[in-house]
Protein backbone atom coordinates (compact mmCIF):
# COMPACT_ATOMS: atom_id res chain seq x y z
CA UNK A 1 0.00 0.00 0.00
CA UNK A 2 1.24 3.27 -0.77
CA UNK A 3 1.89 5.92 2.10
CA UNK A 4 -0.52 8.77 2.80
CA UNK A 5 1.55 12.29 2.25
CA UNK A 6 2.41 13.37 5.60
CA UNK A 7 4.60 16.29 7.14
CA UNK A 8 6.58 16.82 10.16
CA UNK A 9 6.07 19.42 12.88
CA UNK A 10 9.01 19.72 15.51
CA UNK A 11 7.53 18.77 18.64
CA UNK A 12 10.58 18.40 20.84
CA UNK A 13 14.07 19.95 19.83
CA UNK A 14 17.77 18.62 20.17
CA UNK A 15 18.67 20.93 22.59
CA UNK A 16 15.73 20.23 25.09
CA UNK A 17 16.54 16.68 24.21
CA UNK A 18 20.10 16.97 25.37
CA UNK A 19 19.39 18.92 28.63
CA UNK A 20 16.63 16.52 29.71
CA UNK A 21 19.54 13.64 29.02
CA UNK A 22 21.56 15.59 31.54
CA UNK A 23 18.85 15.32 34.11
CA UNK A 24 17.81 12.13 34.10
CA UNK A 25 21.05 10.95 33.62
CA UNK A 26 22.65 12.55 37.03
CA UNK A 27 19.16 10.95 38.81
CA UNK A 28 20.04 7.59 37.31
CA UNK A 29 23.92 7.93 38.57
CA UNK A 30 22.37 8.29 42.22
CA UNK A 31 19.95 5.46 42.05
CA UNK A 32 22.87 2.90 40.55
CA UNK A 33 26.09 4.14 42.61
CA UNK A 34 26.69 1.08 44.63
CA UNK A 35 26.59 -0.79 41.26
CA UNK A 36 29.62 -2.18 40.30
CA UNK A 37 28.54 -2.88 36.59
CA UNK A 38 25.05 -1.91 35.18
CA UNK A 39 23.59 -3.57 32.43
CA UNK A 40 22.06 -1.20 30.11
CA UNK A 41 19.60 -3.19 27.70
CA UNK A 42 18.81 -0.59 24.80
CA UNK A 43 15.04 -2.00 22.96
CA UNK A 44 15.80 -2.20 18.94
CA UNK A 45 14.88 -0.43 17.15
CA UNK A 46 13.49 2.71 18.79
CA UNK A 47 15.99 3.34 21.43
CA UNK A 48 19.21 3.21 19.56
CA UNK A 49 19.90 7.23 19.68
CA UNK A 50 18.68 7.35 22.93
CA UNK A 51 21.01 4.90 24.66
CA UNK A 52 24.05 6.12 22.87
CA UNK A 53 23.41 9.62 23.89
CA UNK A 54 22.29 8.38 27.90
CA UNK A 55 25.03 6.08 28.27
CA UNK A 56 27.59 8.50 27.53
CA UNK A 57 26.13 11.16 30.17
CA UNK A 58 25.93 8.55 32.74
CA UNK A 59 29.76 8.42 33.89
CA UNK A 60 29.37 4.64 35.56
CA UNK A 61 31.22 1.17 34.72
CA UNK A 62 28.04 -0.03 32.12
CA UNK A 63 27.52 -2.78 29.95
CA UNK A 64 25.36 -2.27 27.16
CA UNK A 65 22.87 -5.07 26.05
CA UNK A 66 20.24 -5.11 23.15
CA UNK A 67 16.81 -6.83 22.67
CA UNK A 68 15.38 -6.31 19.54
CA UNK A 69 11.09 -6.27 20.00
CA UNK A 70 8.61 -5.34 17.65
CA UNK A 71 5.01 -4.69 17.04
CA UNK A 72 4.30 -1.80 14.95
CA UNK A 73 4.81 -2.94 11.38
CA UNK A 74 4.39 -0.21 8.98
CA UNK A 75 1.01 0.98 10.57
CA UNK A 76 0.73 3.63 13.01
CA UNK A 77 -1.04 0.87 15.39
CA UNK A 78 0.33 -1.33 17.51
CA UNK A 79 -0.36 -4.80 16.86
CA UNK A 80 -0.82 -5.78 20.22
CA UNK A 81 1.60 -8.81 19.63
CA UNK A 82 4.64 -8.31 20.61
CA UNK A 83 7.53 -10.30 18.78
CA UNK A 84 11.08 -11.01 20.47
CA UNK A 85 13.42 -10.34 16.95
CA UNK A 86 16.04 -10.73 19.31
CA UNK A 87 17.45 -11.50 22.71
CA UNK A 88 20.18 -10.27 25.26
CA UNK A 89 23.61 -11.53 24.52
CA UNK A 90 24.29 -11.67 28.22
CA UNK A 91 23.01 -12.95 31.31
CA UNK A 92 20.85 -10.44 33.58
CA UNK A 93 20.72 -12.98 36.69
CA UNK A 94 21.68 -11.09 40.06
CA UNK A 95 22.79 -8.04 37.67
CA UNK A 96 21.32 -4.27 38.32
CA UNK A 97 19.54 -3.63 34.87
CA UNK A 98 18.49 -0.49 32.92
CA UNK A 99 15.81 -0.84 30.26
CA UNK A 100 15.81 1.93 27.77
CA UNK A 101 13.30 2.38 25.63
CA UNK A 102 12.09 4.87 23.05
CA UNK A 103 8.54 5.58 23.98
CA UNK A 104 5.85 3.86 25.81
CA UNK A 105 2.35 4.14 24.07
CA UNK A 106 0.01 1.28 24.60
CA UNK A 107 2.16 -0.49 27.06
CA UNK A 108 2.35 -3.85 25.16
CA UNK A 109 5.60 -3.93 24.82
CA UNK A 110 7.31 -2.78 27.89
CA UNK A 111 4.56 -4.87 29.73
CA UNK A 112 6.10 -7.99 27.36
CA UNK A 113 10.03 -7.12 28.13
CA UNK A 114 9.67 -6.64 31.57
CA UNK A 115 7.91 -10.16 31.79
CA UNK A 116 10.82 -11.35 30.51
CA UNK A 117 13.38 -9.82 31.73
CA UNK A 118 12.12 -10.02 35.26
CA UNK A 119 11.57 -13.49 34.81
CA UNK A 120 15.33 -14.20 34.27
CA UNK A 121 16.11 -12.70 38.29
CA UNK A 122 17.93 -9.69 38.15
CA UNK A 123 18.80 -7.92 41.29
CA UNK A 124 17.78 -4.66 39.98
CA UNK A 125 15.48 -3.68 37.00
CA UNK A 126 14.18 -0.51 35.98
CA UNK A 127 13.05 1.44 33.40
CA UNK A 128 13.72 4.76 31.51
CA UNK A 129 11.59 5.73 28.72
CA UNK A 130 12.18 9.25 26.33
CA UNK A 131 8.90 9.93 25.91
CA UNK A 132 5.54 8.74 27.44
CA UNK A 133 1.91 8.85 25.66
CA UNK A 134 -0.76 8.27 28.68
CA UNK A 135 -3.22 8.98 26.69
CA UNK A 136 -3.11 5.82 24.42
CA UNK A 137 -1.68 3.39 27.82
CA UNK A 138 -3.80 -0.36 27.56
CA UNK A 139 -2.14 -2.14 29.94
CA UNK A 140 -0.73 -1.46 33.10
CA UNK A 141 2.77 0.06 33.15
CA UNK A 142 5.07 2.43 34.21
CA UNK A 143 8.64 3.46 33.35
CA UNK A 144 10.60 4.74 36.42
CA UNK A 145 12.05 7.66 34.66
CA UNK A 146 10.40 9.56 31.56
CA UNK A 147 11.76 12.37 29.74
CA UNK A 148 8.73 13.89 28.51
CA UNK A 149 5.18 13.05 28.34
CA UNK A 150 3.66 13.82 24.85
CA UNK A 151 -0.15 14.73 23.58
CA UNK A 152 -1.66 11.70 21.70
CA UNK A 153 -0.06 12.40 18.50
CA UNK A 154 2.35 9.67 16.23
CA UNK A 155 5.67 10.56 16.57
CA UNK A 156 9.23 10.28 14.91
CA UNK A 157 12.41 10.70 14.96
CA UNK A 158 15.62 10.36 17.47
CA UNK A 159 15.36 6.63 16.59
CA UNK A 160 11.99 6.84 16.55
CA UNK A 161 10.29 5.16 13.02
CA UNK A 162 7.11 5.97 10.71
CA UNK A 163 7.16 2.73 8.19
CA UNK A 164 11.13 2.52 9.04
CA UNK A 165 11.78 5.96 8.29
CA UNK A 166 12.82 9.32 10.23
CA UNK A 167 15.08 7.65 12.60
CA UNK A 168 17.87 9.57 11.91
CA UNK A 169 16.10 13.17 12.96
CA UNK A 170 18.00 15.06 15.25
CA UNK A 171 14.56 16.22 17.08
CA UNK A 172 11.38 14.64 17.91
CA UNK A 173 8.37 15.69 15.46
CA UNK A 174 4.86 14.81 15.16
CA UNK A 175 3.50 13.56 11.66
CA UNK A 176 0.74 15.41 10.22
CA UNK A 177 -1.34 13.74 7.51
CA UNK A 178 -2.00 15.91 4.62
CA UNK A 179 -4.21 14.14 2.57
O1 LIG B 1 3.75 0.94 23.94
P1 LIG B 1 3.63 0.30 22.59
O2 LIG B 1 2.28 0.56 21.96
O3 LIG B 1 3.96 -1.15 22.62
O4 LIG B 1 4.64 1.05 21.62
C1 LIG B 1 5.96 1.34 21.90
C2 LIG B 1 6.91 0.53 21.08
O5 LIG B 1 6.61 0.66 19.68
C3 LIG B 1 7.76 1.04 18.96
O6 LIG B 1 8.51 -0.09 18.55
P2 LIG B 1 8.21 -0.88 17.18
O7 LIG B 1 7.40 -2.09 17.46
O8 LIG B 1 7.68 0.08 16.16
O9 LIG B 1 9.65 -1.37 16.76
P3 LIG B 1 10.98 -0.50 16.58
O10 LIG B 1 11.47 -0.13 17.94
O11 LIG B 1 11.90 -1.41 15.89
O12 LIG B 1 10.62 0.73 15.78
C4 LIG B 1 8.57 1.81 19.97
O13 LIG B 1 9.95 1.80 19.63
C5 LIG B 1 8.32 1.07 21.25
O14 LIG B 1 9.21 -0.02 21.40
O1 LIG C 1 4.15 7.62 18.25
C1 LIG C 1 4.81 6.65 17.78
N1 LIG C 1 5.63 6.80 16.71
C2 LIG C 1 6.36 5.78 16.20
N2 LIG C 1 6.33 4.55 16.68
C3 LIG C 1 5.55 4.34 17.74
N3 LIG C 1 5.33 3.21 18.42
C4 LIG C 1 4.49 3.49 19.39
N4 LIG C 1 4.12 4.79 19.35
C5 LIG C 1 4.78 5.35 18.32
MG1 LIG D 1 10.61 -0.16 19.81
Known amino acids: ?20 IEELASEIRAEYSDTD ?22 DLPVEVD ?16 VRILKDLRGEIEGRD ?14 KHVRHLLSGRAPRKLKIIALLDKPARR ?18 VGY ?3 FA ?6 PYIGKVRFTE
Open 138 to 155: EVDIKADWIGFSIPDEFV
Open 37 to 58: KLVVVGLLRGSFVFIADLVREL
Open 97 to 110: VLVVEDIVDTGYTL
Open 1 to 20: MPQRPYVIDEMISAKQIAAR
Open 159 to 161: GID
Open 164 to 169: QRNRNL
Open 66 to 81: FLEASSYGNATESSRE
